[in-house]
Structure formats: structure tokens, C-alpha cells
């Protein structure tokens, strides 16, 4: 079975509808699958739920879908640098799921194995926990939280050979793995495609068989979500 497309268009050809749930991988600005992102705008898919951890910055990642409106819902766990996010919200044009960090992560990772929801104390007594089932363990308070399941797993990787096995790079397997597993299709788009073979079997964070379309997305810029500078030693002391 081939998995390597072109390009992003080609490789998400077929697998988007309207009112359709995604899973987009990334932490911040890093590890976000940027290409399959820029095909989704341009394709036009809308009233999208998504989701990612974040959703990116204005004017980037997942902030591109929220300027052309095409999302209809956010899943997601942190949006401090987004201020159109924050706006589109306060003024009811979008819809907010907000869900801490761990238990976003674990939501996605028990919707791709297969389990419809845990019990976790994260968010008890908060408004968090609002209209979820509470349950008592041990004496103490648990809410169930539903596995997340997915049309469409978007992600970025850093190496994969053809068959599908990726490599993630430090921080960009935070969010990645979990959401590949969750959707019923994955696409990924990776730096480097490798023959078969020449991936060393344990260093494999991301099994081929989630993997069922693929792209070579570089070369990528490094963006920087959050710029914090200072002056210059030198230049402190002139001043």
C-alpha cells in the first residue's frame, strides 16, 4: 500500500467534509503539521471541531482556520496567545470546549485505544467537572471524561520510513502520538522520508499501521510563538 503523497492537497483528497472532527497535533508552534494545516484553508472545510492542545497564534497554525472561520469548535487546553481565539469566544462565534492539559492528552489517547471514558480527579470541583458524572474511589471524588474520537488525525513528524513508522522530535511527540491514534484516518506530514529498513526498530515512536497517508513537508522556518529580548550587556551599559 502506498502511503507517500506529493503533497498536502493530494494527501487529504477524499477525507474532508463539512461538520467534520479533527485531531491536530503541536505543542504551541512547534510540532504543528503546518502544510496539512495551509490545505485544509485552502480547501474551505468549515463548521470544523478541532481538537489540539492550543490553537496556534494569530496569523499561524491553527489561528489561519479561526481568521477564515472555518472552525466551528476548539477542544483544547491552552489559547493565551491567540487573540483572535479570544475574541471569535467572548463574542459567541465560537464554540469552547476547555479541558486541562493531561486529560486532553489522555482523551485522545483513550479514543484511539478503543476505551469511551475515564475516571480522573483533574478538574473536580471546578467548572471542569460541570454536567459530568462524579464517581467516589478510595473516598475520593472522580469525574468521567469521554475518549476522543476523530474523522481525521492530522500531524507533523520528523522522520518516517515509506510503510508509516515515525520518528518524533522532543517536544513535538507531546501531542502527536495521541492524536494520531484517535482519528479514524492519520495524515502525517514529516521532514524526511527514509527506506524501509532504515529506521532502527526501538527508536520508532509511532507505528506505520496509524499511518495511512504521508508527506514530506520541509523545508519548515522555525517560528517562535512568544519573543521575549533584552538588551545587549554592551548596549545597558552605554545607555
Known sequence: MKKLYPDAAAALDGLLFDGM???AGGFGLCGIPERLIDALLAAGTKDLTIASNNA??????????????????MISS?????????RQYLAGELEVEFCPQGTLAERCRAGGA???????????????????????FDGQEYILERGIRADLSIIKGWKADESGNLIFRKTARNFNQPMATAGKVCVAEV???????????????????????????????KKIEFRTTRPRPEAAGAA
Open 21 to 23: 472532527t479533527i485531531c
Open 56 to 73: 496556534g497564534i494569530d496569523g499561524e497554525g491553527l489561528g489561519k482556520l479561526l481568521r477564515s472561520r472555518q472552525v466551528k469548535k
Open 78 to 86: 491552552y489559547v493565551g496567545e491567540n487573540k483572535e481565539f479570544e
Open 114 to 136: 478503543g476505551i469511551p471514558g475515564f475516571y480522573t480527579k483533574t478538574g473536580v470541583g471546578t467548572q471542569v467537572a460541570e454536567g459530568k458524572e462524579v464517581k467516589v
Open 191 to 221: 521532514e524526511e522520508v527514509v527506506p524501509v529498513g532504515s529506521l532502527d526498530p526501538d527508536t520508532i515512536h509511532l507505528p506505520g499501521i496509524y499511518v495511512k497517508r504521508l508527506i514530506v513537508g520541509a523545508p519548515y522556518d
